[in-house]
């Protein structure tokens, strides 16, 4: 298998390449890291130009011309691309939309120009009912890419997106301020205690990425089974003696609880065994039925802040964070 990886350089991607190339937990026979930032992938062509697999690739969504070369001879694509910080969109939206929107087109149709077999969208569970720039640009994306399927399946391109919540010791993310702010002996913040998130460590967000390319049939929307806590139940596992200050929500959009599927998604919902599978509401392309497993149950409505989900103990958290923060 072929594989182009799209955000090569970012959080996921990094946990992709382990995955792959140290870890050997998926058969590869070519793996393209396809990155814009040429010092970051000048480090990782460091690390894994002894593989056989990786190929560096550096170049620009943004640039259709220069994705098509990339998709020459690929039969997967997994495209991570995105610009993710939700200040930053709310400053930048033109930015964001050209890169998180017109970039993932670009993508879908460098893809089926080369019969690429599979393309996988990582989204948000913040495009479910967006409130910020970067929400509706992953919400976009998702309805955008979907739709393509019109004119990819019959060429025998299919294209799904899958959907998950915040990943620990991610760029950006909240660890690294509060590892920043622990290493300065100062009180951590957060914005808002009894906020609560959807919590996975790049590795299962890898792992959730290769169940769905097994299941996929193009159209769909795939989430993980994930639990969440609050903020203050995070910042106590990480650093149970530290002082712990509440800031107020941030400016350009930040919800209190976020949701991995809106009601109407939620009425379609299949579950299978780790994952919960929303179809399109209309296809024009051939899809087998889905098989649910009875066993799985959906929750409604799945947000972070359901009772039945909120059942990160610290302890659960302390050895997550343990594991990701070993990596960082």
Not at 34 to 44: C, H, I, K, P, T
Not at 195 to 220: C, I, K, Y
Request: proline share 4%; net charge positive.
């Amino acid at each position: 298998m072929n594989i182009l990886l799209t955000g090569a350089t970012g959080t996921f991607g990094q946990a992709f390449l382990r995955y792959v190339l140290e870890d050997k937990r998926a058969k590869v026979d070519r793996l393209a890291a396809f990155a814009r930032s040429e010092s970051r992938l000048a480090l990782l062509t460091e690390k894994y130009q002894h593989h056989d697999a990786f190929r560096p690739f550096l170049g620009d969504i943004r640039d259709e011309s220069r994705l098509r070369d990339a998709c020459t001879g690929v039969d997967v694509v997994v495209h991570a691309a995105a610009l993710k910080r939700v200040d930053g969109g709310a400053y930048n939206p033109l930015e964001m939309h050209k890169t998180n929107v017109q970039g993932s087109i670009n993508v879908a149709d460098a893809a089926r120009s080369h019969g690429v077999q599979s393309v996988i969208l990582i989204s948000s569970d913040k495009a479910v009912a967006p409130i910020n720039t970067y929400g509706a640009s992953k919400y976009q994306a998702e309805n955008c890419l979907r739709e393509l399927n019109s004119y990819s399946a019959p060429r025998g391109t299919r294209i799904s997106c899958v959907r998950y919540g915040n990943v620990l010791a991610s760029t950006g993310s909240v660890l690294t301020i509060w590892n920043r702010q622990r290493n300065a002996r100062q009180s951590l913040t957060v914005t808002d205690g009894e906020m609560t998130r959807f919590w996975l460590t790049p590795n299962d967000a890898v792992e959730h990425v290769f169940r769905s390319l097994n299941v996929m049939q193009g159209g769909e929307i795939i989430l993980p089974v994930l639990q969440s806590s609050t903020l203050m139940t995070l910042a106590k596992a990480y650093s149970p003696r530290s002082k712990i200050i509440e800031t107020g929500k941030r400016p350009g959009g930040e919800k209190k609880h976020e949701s991995l599927m809106n009601s109407d998604e939620a009425e379609r919902a299949i579950a299978l065994e780790g994952l919960i599978v929303v179809p399109p509401a209309v296809t024009s392309w051939a899809v087998k039925p889905w098989a649910t497993d009875n066993s799985v149950k959906i929750p409604v409505p799945y947000s972070s802040n359901n009772n039945d989900l909120c059942t990160m103990s610290p302890l659960d958290l302390e050895s997550r964070l343990v594991s990701v923060m070993s990596r960082a």
